[in-house]
């Protein structure tokens, strides 16, 4: 049995890992929680033998909590979901020996938005121009990001006149339009398996409608991404496709909350990681039922605490 420790357990990323556990490694696998909210608030914790209330990851004894609490409980494996904790743990010499993620400086490149021409920079792959003040049009669309945001926090669109808005220690990049993807990717014997997902239908920056596809051009730049930095966990990107060429918008050093509509097409990544992490064949989590399909997105509800 081994045990194994989520944070940011909150998170929609954290609870597909929790329901894979349960369906496929309950006997194997014993899941730790740890989130800034109580264990009332976090549907993971359904799942979880303990959770721990945590605070944020900007507080400096964060990293010290995380450390006790793989120390007291005999934790093997650490999956921090928080590019910003992937990113200061896999420094930490002590927690390296628990991390279940991509190396630092592949992680260090995700956060690195502002460089991403010069982290990814390949033949295949145009970037967003980053727009000074001065070369501002009133009429134009912009897209203003920091380095560090994650799950859409940190980006928004303004417009021209409204850039006064881009608080301070963003960066503003023109606006580009097309058909928006999201490739979910497993490195594994020097291949990659790929799922890639057009977001037909976006909602708080969340994807409700997917169509998954085929596409060779892209497996064929997770194939390189993943061979550039020798990955061994999985990842996920995001393009943008236009007549222009194709557009790299953001690089995660893990899976995200809408990997798990690939699991419903057979591309399990989540299982397919903690199959990896336990010692078994993760392939068989990673079997593609259709070419093309639509897939859709519903909440559901639980009942976490009876007052």
Sequence with gaps: MKNILLTAAGTGTAFSYAVAIAKNFEDKIALFTADTNLEEFVTSSLFSKTHFQVESIYAKEYLSKIKDILIENKIDLYIPLIDLEVEQSSKDEMLRKYLATNEHQFVKNCIEKSNYHLNFHMKELKFPKKISLSNLESNKHYMVKEDGGFGGRGSKVLQGLDINECPAGKA????????????????????????????????????????????????????????????????????????????????????????????????????????????????????????????????????MKVI
């Design 172 to 303: 503003i990049y023109e606006y580009i339009t097309g058909i928006e993807y999201t490739v979910d990717c497993f490195p594994c014997n020097h291949d990659v398996f790929t799922s890639v997902r057009q977001r037909l239908e976006v909602k708080n920056g969340v994807c409700t409608k997917a169509l998954i596809v085929k596409d060779m051009a892209l497996n064929n730049i997770s194939l390189e991404i993943s061979e550039k930095f020798k990955l061994k966990h999985p990842f996920c990107f995001q393009v943008i496709v236009n007549d222009d060429g194709c557009y790299l918008i953001d690089v995660n050093p893990r899976l995200g909350a809408g990997s798990a509509m690939s699991a419903v097409n057979g591309m399990d990544f989540f299982s397919a990681h903690l199959a990896l992490l336990i010692g078994e064949d993760p392939i068989k989590y990673l079997k593609c039922y259709n070419d093309s399909c639509i897939v859709t997105r519903q909440y559901s509800n639980y009942l």
